[in-house]
């Protein structure tokens, strides 16, 4: 299975852009990038999809880096509601498999 | 809205006592999964099964086992619960098997305790 790194911890200020990194040098051609967030005490929620271009949601942006070794989730305005952990997934759209990995995602701290 | 509800938030048992974990879905979803997290490892996938009476296994299925007798609904067993299955437990649904643009959509955990 493919992997994904990220880093272990990030912090932002209120109301200012985030930009979380996700490596995934060993993506293949027909995995989708899924980016996923936890609040505390809540199960995952759906954040963001793509697959080659960028995309842009209610939630969040995700530019995905021309050769798609990398993306980057962009929140425009930090709110303190958005401190969770983010977790980017690769999510294989031929592979039959209904697995998706979490690693142990970025967590997002929001100061005030 | 999209709704995976789960039977408790939070459960204490004692090892070896038979555990029963129950996820029900209002969205009339195929699939459903059931993962354990654990700090420093994430989430890990126990079992899932993609229709009424089907499971397959997942990475970490040892000590588990699953029941879908109706589509809403999917059973997480511990047969005989031991202190290392202390856990959250989160089970999730999703619509299609397609597997590139699927969604899943999670409940609130269930935090287990075995002593």
């Known amino acids: 299975d493919a992997k994904t790194t990220q880093p272990n911890s990030m912090e932002s200020n209120e109301e200012e852009p985030v930009h979380l990194p996700c490596n995934h040098s060993t993506i293949s051609g027909t995995d989708y990038i899924h980016w996923y967030r936890q609040l505390p005490s809540q199960g995952p929620e759906y954040v963001i999809h793509g697959l080659t271009s960028n995309v842009n949601n209610r939630m969040a942006s995700l530019a995905i880096a021309e050769d798609r070794k990398s993306s980057t989730l962009i929140l425009h305005r930090a709110t303190l509601r958005d401190a969770a952990v983010y977790y980017c997934i690769l999510r294989d759209q031929t592979s039959g498999t209904y697995k998706y990995i979490f690693g142990t995602g970025t967590r997002l701290k929001v100061l005030a | 809205d999209v709704k995976v509800t789960q039977s408790s938030r939070y459960l204490v048992k004692r090892t070896g006592e038979k555990v029963f974990l129950e996820c029900v879905q209002d969205m009339d979803h195929e699939n459903m999964f059931w993962y354990r997290q654990d700090p420093g490892l994430g989430l890990r996938l126990i079992y899932f099964s993609y229709d009424v009476k089907m499971k397959e296994k997942g990475d970490i299925p040892e000590g588990y086992s699953v029941s879908r007798e109706k589509k809403e609904r999917f059973s997480l067993i511990l047969e005989s619960a031991s202190t290392n299955q202390t856990s959250m437990y989160l089970c999730?649904?999703?619509?299609?098997?397609?597997?590139?643009?699927?969604?899943?959509?999670f409940g609130p955990g269930t935090r287990l305790t075995v002593l």
């Open positions: 999730a649904s999703s619509l299609s098997y397609f597997g590139g643009t699927d969604t899943q959509y």
